[in-house]
């Protein structure tokens, strides 16, 4: 499974970008997609998950600002950042989780290769 993330780039503080992430398999059977990012000096936090039931979750900076989305049929995740903050900086990481086959219960991740957002001032 190798996912492709993009649509990062330099963008100025209120501004908006979308980024996309691209699965080389079919994401209709995931457990779990979802955005992560990581600045210098900090630890990767969550930005965005969304189940396969289609119920999405924010981490605290993100929520009401960001949307997760996805399109089954062309095996997409989207990333719709607005009201972007210089804190928003970050490479930003796209996750895929699948259910193990021989055992539904547990998944294995898979991570994109980031893309990094700079927001300026």
């Known amino acids: 499974v190798q996912l492709q993330a993009s649509g990062g780039g330099l963008v100025q503080a209120g501004g908006s970008l979308r980024l996309a992430c691209a699965a080389s398999?079919?994401?209709?059977?995931?457990?779990?997609v979802g955005w992560f990012r990581q600045s210098p000096g900090k630890q990767r936090e969550l930005v965005a998950l969304m189940t396969s039931g289609g119920r999405a979750s924010y981490g605290n900076a993100v929520r009401g600002r960001f949307t997760i989305s996805r399109d089954n049929l062309q095996d997409m995740v989207y990333l719709q950042m607005n009201r972007l903050k210089l804190e928003d900086t970050a490479v930003y990481y796209c996750k895929a989780e699948f259910p193990l086959p021989s055992d539904l219960t547990r998944t294995r991740s898979y991570w994109g290769q980031g893309t990094q957002v700079t927001v300026s001032s």
């Open positions: 398999v079919s994401i209709s059977g995931v457990s779990a």
